[in-house]
């Protein structure tokens, strides 16, 4: 009797398991494709923001002089679909946001899927696709590299 119990109980539990894991997939599918139909309208998008998807291919944050309020961050970004498009952000994270700077390395480190999404008042979300791991941060500027001349 007692067995027959633990066995439900543990069929139970791996049943809620899969669930919760289906449930998140799901989540994480939405975001992806919410965020690409949002990118999908624009045909020739003119910012780094407007991107599909971006590539971290540097980050540079401030040197370490202890700031009061915000750490900035320098991104060098390119588009993968069009790789000669090519664009320099610089970002403000709070300085109280130890996760950041180094998710944004590993991000770089292994040419991770970024997906930018504006949000209010120049601030941007940067969510790693096929994630739930993001990163929030103040736009301070963007300069977008122009395309090599044919």
């Known amino acids: 009797m007692c067995d027959s119990r633990r066995d439900l109980a543990a ?28 990118k999908v309208a624009i045909p020739d998008p003119v910012s780094a923001l407007d991107w599909p998807e971006l590539h971290v291919q ?25 790789p000669e498009r090519a664009a320099t952000l610089l970002v403000a994270l709070p300085s109280d946001d130890q996760r950041s700077v180094p998710l944004l390395s590993r991000w770089c480190a292994t ?12 601030d941007l979300e940067l969510r790693r696709r096929q994630s739930l791991e993001r990163v929030r941060a103040e736009l301070i500027a963007e300069d977008i590299c122009p395309p090599p001349s044919a």
Do not use: F
């Open 11 to 38: 069929v139970v539990l791996l049943v809620g398991a899969v669930l919760a894991w289906t449930a998140r997939l799901v989540c994480v599918g939405n975001l992806d494709a919410v965020a690409l139909a949002a």
């Open 111 to 122: 040419q991770a899927s970024v997906s930018p999404v504006r949000q209010r008042a120049g």
């Open 58 to 82: 540097a980050i540079i944050p401030q040197p370490d002089e202890r700031p009061l309020v915000l750490v900035l961050v320098l991104l060098l970004v390119n588009w993968p679909a069009h």
